[in-house]
């Protein structure tokens, strides 16, 4: 090989391994995550099924995708949708290499924001420094199988004071085409007091965002 060939070869490699170390590599299990949360849902055929669940709505949808993997959360009575129970914003992440966190925010005057799952946009106008985080109350997901993660909150790590509670914890499971949610309360002592009592609520997807 003479010394042109070997010049020739040497910038090649440079150039090459400056294009990977500019270039962030894509997490694709990651982005897979977020996409099979994202959606309209709703337990109508868990309800019809059994009269001790509610047929309740969920919207999931991301917000601010210039800044990461943010989702506007709206969850209501299904009849009752113009007044929503709960509204958050999830920030999914990788944790390591096997495992995700959902972290959980709260908005400052909830009023202002319900419905705005259909006009993600509005969000430009505040940042995630205008929220508030709910330590402790992250949901860690592993992935199960292909298109299937799971995950739940720390041992009495998020604290909840919602009807006489101490604590709150959550399990979740994520698949193509539903959300599995046991969301419970729990009081000082570990009794339950709010929550289902037979296992989580099953949001059947009725609107995909991908």
């Known amino acids: 090989m003479n010394y042109f060939c070997c010049i020739a070869m040497i910038l ?3 150039i090459a391994c ?5 270039e962030p590599k894509t997490d694709h299990e990651l982005s897979e995550l977020f996409a099979l949360m994202q959606g309209s849902f709703n337990s109508e055929r868990q309800a019809m099924a059994d009269s001790t ?3 309740i709505s969920l919207h999931m949808y991301p917000i601010w995708e210039d800044r990461g993997n943010f989702l506007y959360v709206e969850q209501a009575l299904n009849t009752m949708q113009d007044r929503p129970y709960r509204q958050r914003v ?4 990788r944790v390591n290499d096997s495992m995700f966190s959902s972290a959980i925010y709260t908005l400052p005057a909830d009023s202002l924001w319900i419905g705005t799952w259909r006009t993600p946009q509005v969000f430009d106008s505040i940042s ?10 992250e949901v860690l997901l592993k992935r199960i199988t292909d298109k299937n993660f799971k995950g739940k909150t720390g041992i009495k790590t998020c604290e909840s004071a919602l009807r006489g509670a ?8 994520i698949f193509t085409d539903k959300i599995v949610s046991w969301d419970r309360g729990f009081d000082s002592i570990g ?3 709010w929550g289902a009592e037979k296992g989580g609520y099953i949001f059947d997807k009725i609107a995909s965002n991908y």
């Open 12 to 14: 090649a490699l440079s």
């Open 18 to 22: 400056k294009k990977n170390t500019s």
């Open 53 to 55: 669940y509610y047929n």
């Open 90 to 93: 999830y920030e999914v992440t």
């Open 128 to 137: 995630k420094q205008d929220l508030s985080l709910r330590t402790g109350c």
């Open 166 to 173: 101490s604590y709150a914890t959550s399990e979740v499971e």
């Open 191 to 193: 009794k339950h007091v």
